[in-house]
């Protein structure tokens, strides 16, 4: 079956900070790619997501590129702040509507 | 509405009692998700419904857990005989059809004691 593994956590970065978040994942034909993004108090929010192989998903300065030769989908943001400060979640779907495989989450503190 | 709405926000119920949880999803979306958020498990599929098909249950985990859609929007997870390890958050998710982007409730602890 699907599955996602991320990086675990937790993630503590000091602000301007270049972040990396690794996500890879086990699916069968070509799944589409998401990350997931949930703020304390709210509730997830689609942050981005890639549908096909070398496509680049960007969004609120994260990126994550479709690496289908190493199956992964990592996140990355240049500079992060401390309003970034949340839990991002790594998904996958391998049908054509949103049954989402997800990883277990990496908490990122970003502090001043 | 303008999101997804789920209803309670908290439930604290006792072992062995049954509890009904609430989706509203965004107007217009046919299609409606239910999750689980527990620290166990993380996050899980439980059911998926479009239009008038029949549901994709196949993340159901006992058949203590039902959920039915009534008219195309409103929908209801029921859980039987609840137990301690059914403790979580239950997260409801909508989108449009054939659209793999879903928008999710802000969710409904469950808390069994």
């Known amino acids: 079956g699907n599955s996602v593994t991320q990086m675990e956590g937790p993630v503590t970065l000091s602000e301007e900070a270049f972040l990396t978040i690794n996500c890879t994942y086990t699916a069968t034909g070509y799944p589409s790619l998401f990350w997931y993004v949930q703020y304390p108090g709210e509730g997830l929010q689609l942050l981005l997501k890639?549908?096909?192989?070398?496509d680049k998903g960007s969004n609120k300065g994260f990126e994550a590129t479709y690496r289908k030769e190493t199956t992964s989908f990592h996140l990355e943001k240049g500079s992060v702040q401390v309003s970034d400060s949340a839990v991002y979640f790594c998904a996958l779907s391998g049908t054509s509507y949103g049954k989402l495989t997800f990883g277990q989450g990496t908490i990122l503190t970003v502090h001043p | 509405g303008a999101g997804v709405s789920q209803s309670p926000s908290n439930k604290v119920t006792e072992k062995g009692k049954d509890v009904e949880l609430r989706c509203d999803p965004i107007?217009?979306?046919?299609?409606l998700y239910w999750y689980r958020q527990s620290l166990g498990q993380g996050l899980e599929f439980l059911i998926y419904?479009?239009?008038?098909?029949?549901?994709?249950k196949s993340g159901l985990p006992s058949d203590r857990f039902s959920a039915e859609r009534t008219g195309g929007s409103v929908s209801t997870l029921t859980i039987q005989r609840t137990q301690q390890e059914d403790s979580a958050v239950y997260l409801c998710?909508?989108?449009?059809?054939?659209?793999?982007?879903?928008?999710f409730g802000q969710g409904t602890r469950l808390t069994v004691v």
């Open positions: 107007s217009g979306h046919t299609a």
């Open positions: 419904f479009q239009g008038n098909s029949a549901p994709d």
């Open positions: 890639a549908t096909k192989a070398d």
């Open positions: 998710a909508s989108s449009t059809k054939g659209n793999t982007e879903a928008f």
